[in-house]
T-cell receptor
C-alpha cells in the first residue's frame, strides 16, 4: 500500500471560506498531482508539480492554487469556496520507476 | 494530443460472467497504458500496466488486458467476475509527464 495521505477526508464548509486540502507522501517522489472527480465521473487533472518550487496548471481550469515547498507536501488551497467547488479531490504521486501513480484516499468537499 | 476513451459507461453482469471493458487510446510516441480500479469508498488502485513487450499483461485479482497496436486498444478482461468486482474502472495513458484518464466504466455485478 502506497504511503500517500490526504486530510481531511470529508469537509463541509460555507461559501466564502478559505480552505486548504493537505496531501503528503513519504516515498520521496518528485512528481505530484491533484485531480478533481465528481461522483461517478472521470478524473480531471487540475494541478501538478515536477518537484520543489514547481507547479503547473492541469487540463481542467481550477480556481484553486497549489504550492510545493517540500518534496513530501503538496497542499491545495481555495481562497473563497463556492458550491461549484463541491467535488472529490484526489492527490497522487508518481513512482520513481514504471510511471505508476499512487493515489491518496481523497478529500470529499461540500460547499454549502 | 493524447487521449483515452472508454466505450462503456455502465456494465451490469451476473456473477461468473466474462468481462471485457473497452479502452482506446490516441498517442504519439511511446505508449504507457494502465487500468485502475476504484472500489466503493476506496481510493484508486492499479490493476495492471503495459509499457512494452508481451502485449498480454496480467494484473491483480485475475484481470488481464491486451494491447493491440493496430486497433489502438487496451481492453480489460476477466474470464469470470465476482460480486466483489463491483467498482469503477478507469483506463489511463501516460505521456508528457501526465496521466490522462478515460471517463470510466461503472461495473455492477449481480449476485
Amino acid at each position: 500500500e502506497a504511503d500517500i495521505y490526504q486530510t481531511p477526508r470529508y469537509l463541509v464548509i460555507g461559501t466564502g471560506k478559505k480552505i486548504t486540502l493537505e496531501c503528503s507522501q513519504t516515498m520521496g517522489h518528485d512528481k505530484m498531482y491533484w485531480y478533481q472527480q465528481d461522483p461517478g465521473m472521470e478524473l480531471h487533472l487540475i494541478h501538478y508539480s515536477y518537484g520543489v518550487n514547481s507547479t503547473e496548471k492541469g487540463d481542467l481550469s481550477s480556481e484553486s492554487t497549489v504550492s510545493r515547498i517540500r518534496t513530501e507536501h503538496f497542499p491545495l488551497t481555495l481562497e473563497s469556496a463556492r458550491p461549484s467547488h463541491t467535488s472529490q479531490y484526489l492527490c497522487a504521486s508518481l513512482g520513481l520507476a514504471g510511471y505508476e501513480q499512487y493515489f491518496g484516499p481523497g478529500t470529499r468537499l461540500t460547499v454549502t | 494530443a493524447q487521449s483515452v476513451s472508454q466505450h462503456n459507461h455502465h456494465v451490469i453482469l451476473s456473477e461468473a460472467a466474462s468481462l471485457e471493458l473497452g479502452c482506446n487510446y490516441s498517442y504519439g510516441g511511446t505508449v504507457n497504458l494502465f487500468w485502475y480500479v476504484q472500489y466503493p469508498g476506496q481510493h484508486l488502485q492499479l490493476l495492471l500496466k503495459y509499457f512494452s513487450g508481451d502485449p498480454l499483461v496480467k494484473g491483480i485479482k485475475g484481470f488481464e488486458a491486451e494491447f493491440i497496436k493496430s486497433k489502438f486498444s487496451f481492453n480489460l478482461r476477466k474470464p469470470s467476475v465476482q460480486w466483489s468486482d463491483t467498482a469503477e474502472y478507469f483506463c489511463a495513458g501516460f505521456g508528457n509527464e501526465k496521466l490522462t484518464f478515460g471517463t470510466g466504466t461503472r461495473l455492477t455485478i449481480i449476485p
